[in-house]
């Protein structure tokens, strides 16, 4: 089955930087468009950067400049590179993989890794 499995959270100071991973199993990783995601307290599950199988890149305005996503489909693993971090950063970040079907999509989710940016 598929399996996620986010690291590289932690804790840092606002302007210091953090790499996330995502190493993906039981998947072919190179047919799948994928996803970080943030939530923070209180608040709803938030796209933050997305990577399609062509490597075309998005990002949320609130990050953009600042983070960068990226894949190593050779080692089925994502990216996200976060600088300039600042406290509303903070959150769990999830890893989300769109795999596509004849009859539609669906999203596979990690288990989230922590973030914390302190003032």
């Known amino acids: 089955q598929v399996e996620l499995v986010e690291s590289g959270g932690g804790l840092v100071q606002a302007g210091g930087s953090l790499r996330l991973s995502c190493a993906a199993s039981?998947?072919?990783?190179?047919?799948?468009?994928m996803g970080w995601y943030r939530q923070a307290p209180g608040k709803q599950r938030e796209l933050v950067a997305f990577?399609?199988?062509?490597?075309?890149?998005s990002y949320a305005d609130s990050v953009k400049g600042r983070f960068t996503i990226s894949r190593d489909n050779a080692k089925d693993t994502m990216y996200l590179q976060m600088n300039s971090l600042k406290p509303e950063d903070t959150g769990v970040y999830y890893c989300?993989?769109?795999?596509?079907?004849?009859?539609?999509?669906?999203?596979?989710w990690g288990q989230g890794t922590q973030v914390t940016v302190s003032s």
């Open positions: 990577i399609t199988r062509e490597y075309v890149t």
């Open positions: 039981g998947t072919v990783f190179s047919n799948n468009d």
């Open positions: 989300m993989q769109r795999e596509w079907y004849p009859v539609g999509e669906y999203d596979f």
